[in-house]
């Protein structure tokens, strides 16, 4: 059989290759960004042939591109976006908490009025505050999609499955207001697109409630006295102004209590006392205060290397994310076992504790109070190492860079 061998890559130009099915990471992502994209570069393609100061930099076959024709895969692209992304979307959500069996309805259905539907629905079961704020942002534009072409027929066809010519009711569109509500329109799912990435790795490590994120459950804990003041009378009253405040039941505020006293990072609002490093605080204060030669760290014990390493890696992005300090417990255990099977994995660890300890004393000195976090979750340098410079029996300064040898 003959072919025109379309679909063929560049033999010399190979830089103009597009990677497609197994060959990269294509996925949903993938299609969403490329109609985003698309609907985009169309568009610009279109000012472009209309303005006259680029006139000179126009393409031979800028003619081609004729308003009356070149709307429909516009909008069509611009459309699809929409699909793709409230789909995704609608599955990421699920996934962070409510995990309900959804793929059905996503798969069976093209109507964004649907989706935008089931969108909110999962939204409002998933609770998370930060998510419902878009709703507002993102409804104007599914509504105005989803009135002019609800099941993407609109601007695939002139006519629809019963012979009814599309667009009856609309006369124009006009290219440029439709390009800069388009743009509003991606500056706000692209802000939507980091939330969910971002709540895709809070989520992980499973600290919430049914109606409490782990950002509420901190903030919560934030407001409780320490344990020693909870058999005061002043606690009953603490606990009803939070039920009230954050708006659960006593149930769901027992439990949340409960996540905050087994958690190694919130419980230090309650016990500030608590220390749970495999390193005593007198070496690790004296590790920050660079006490040590490279050499000595070589005499440290697997578990004591294990715990500092643990701490700087939670200071390091993950790829496509960042750790929480509820990751520590694994992270200690798999450093650990690693020494275990090959010393020659603590010696290598070691080295680069040495190197990096920078790091450990930027968290210390960026934040100078008890209990608060910076943006990635890092939280050793705060918790811990504030509570050590409190310690009066020490006298560090932790912030301090002298060195002794």
């Known amino acids: 059989m003959k072919t025109a061998n379309l679909f063929q890559g560049e033999k010399k130009l190979r830089n103009l290759n597009a990677c497609v099915g197994e060959n990269g990471w294509t996925g ?15 568009l610009e393609s279109i000012l472009s042939s209309y303005d006259d100061s680029s ?24 459309r699809h976006f929409i699909e793709l992304f ?19 309805k996503l798969t069976k259905t093209h109507d964004i009025g649907k989706l935008w539907i089931i969108f909110k629905e999962i939204v409002i079961e998933t609770n998370e505050l930060r998510i419902t704020e878009f709703i507002s ?23 629809s499955t019963r012979n009814d010519k599309h667009l009856k009711d609309i006369s124009v569109i006009g290219i440029n207001n439709f390009y800069e509500k388009f743009n509003e329109l991606s500056e706000i799912t692209n802000s939507f697109n980091s939330l969910i990435v971002s709540l895709k790795h809070e989520y992980r490590v499973k600290t919430f409630t049914k109606n409490m994120s782990r950002v509420q459950i901190q903030n919560l804990a934030q407001k409780l006295p320490i344990f020693e003041k909870w058999t005061d009378e002043s606690f009953t009253q603490i606990k009803s102004d939070l039920k009230e405040e954050f708006n659960i039941g006593s149930k769901e505020l027992t439990k949340v209590i409960e996540i905050i006293k087994s958690h190694i990072e919130f419980k230090r609002y309650i016990y500030p006392n608590t220390y749970d490093l495999q390193i005593s605080e007198t070496k690790l204060i004296q590790l920050l205060k660079n006490y040590y030669s490279r ?12 715990s500092v390493r643990a701490i700087i890696e939670i200071s390091i992005p993950m790829m496509n994310g960042n750790y929480y300090s509820e990751d520590y417990s694994f992270l200690y255990k798999d450093f650990l076992k690693g020494y275990q099977l090959n010393s020659f994995e603590k010696e290598t660890d070691v080295d680069f504790i040495f190197v990096n300890l920078h790091r450990l004393k930027q968290r210390l000195i960026k934040i100078n109070s008890k209990g608060l976090l910076d943006s990635n979750g890092i939280f050793f340098s705060v918790i811990y190492m504030n509570q050590l410079n409190d310690r009066k029996e020490y006298n560090v300064d932790i912030g301090s860079t002298s060195v002794d040898s």
């Open 295 to 306: 050499h000595a760290l070589y005499g440290f014990t697997d578990e004591e290397i294990a």
């Open 86 to 104: 409230l789909k995704h979307k609608i599955h990421l959500i699920n996934h962070l908490k409510v995990k309900k069996n959804i793929d059905d």
């Open 28 to 42: 949903m992502t993938t299609y969403m960004d490329g109609y985003q994209s698309a609907t985009l570069i169309m």
């Open 55 to 78: 006139a000179n930099d126009l393409p031979t076959n800028a003619s081609y591109w004729d308003l009356d024709t070149s709307i429909y895969p516009i909008v069509f692209s611009a």
């Open 137 to 159: 942002l993102l409804d104007p534009f599914i509504q105005d999609f989803s009135k002019i072409d609800s099941t993407g027929e609109t601007f695939r066809y002139p006519y």
